[in-house]
Every structure is written in C-alpha cells, then in structure tokens.
C-alpha cells in the first residue's frame, strides 16, 4: 500500500515561486508513475505534471515553462517546482501515484492519492 505526504504549499504572491514536496513510502518508488493534480475552487481536479518510471515529464499546457516536475528516487521524493505564478494557479495540489497509467494527466488511472497542500496565488 503506498502512502504519500505533501508538503510545501502555501501563500505567495503572482510572480513567485513554490515547491511542493510528495514523500512517498510502502513501494519500490523507483516503480511509480507519479502525477501531481489540482483542484482549484469550485472545479474539477485537473492533471498538472507527471513523471513515468524513466524520468520523462509531462505537463498540461496551462504550467508548461512554469513548473517543473521531478523524482528523487533515492529519497523517495516527488516535486514540483512552480515558477512565475499566476492567481489560477490557486488550488489544492495533489500528489498521485500508479504502478502504471496509459494517460499521465488523467486521474482515474491512479489508485493512490495524498491528503493535499494549498497553494495560494495573490
């Protein structure tokens, strides 16, 4: 069973960066594909940036340039590092994990999920 722990999120204003920390446990991490999603106010959660098992990103086109999504298999760790943000990018940012996903940004292919870290743009 995999358990999976944000961190990282806060308040910021537009223009600033953040980086949201996913500490995995319970799995070969090595093994996952990895996604962050968000769910802004009053909408859907949405796929943000994945990252597959050899290290290849992907990203809605919303955050491409902006963020930038990485592993630490040796620490276990996923991250988002998000740059130059804007009021929308205000969410709850969740961190997702799979053995394996036909569609990196689509939600229903991951089984596992963390609790959240908001993330506020003003």
């Known amino acids: 069973h995999v358990q999976l722990v944000e961190s990282g999120g806060g308040s910021v204003q537009a223009g600033g960066s953040l980086i949201l920390s996913c500490a995995a446990s319970?799995?070969?991490?090595?093994?996952?594909?990895m996604a962050w999603f968000r769910q802004p106010p009053g909408r859907e959660r949405e796929g943000v940036a994945a990252?597959?098992?050899?290290?290849?990103?992907t990203y809605t086109h919303s955050v491409r340039d902006r963020f930038t999504v990485s592993k630490d298999n040796a620490k276990n760790t996923l991250y988002l590092q998000m740059n130059s943000l804007k009021p929308e990018d205000t969410a709850m940012y969740y961190c997702?994990?799979?053995?394996?996903?036909?569609?990196?940004?689509?939600?229903?292919?991951?089984?596992?999920w963390g609790q959240g870290t908001q993330v506020t743009v003003s």
């Open positions: 990252i597959d098992t050899s290290g290849v990103p």
């Open positions: 319970g799995y070969d991490f090595s093994k996952l594909y």
């Open positions: 997702a994990a799979a053995g394996w996903v036909s569609d990196p940004l689509v939600e229903g292919g991951y089984k596992y």
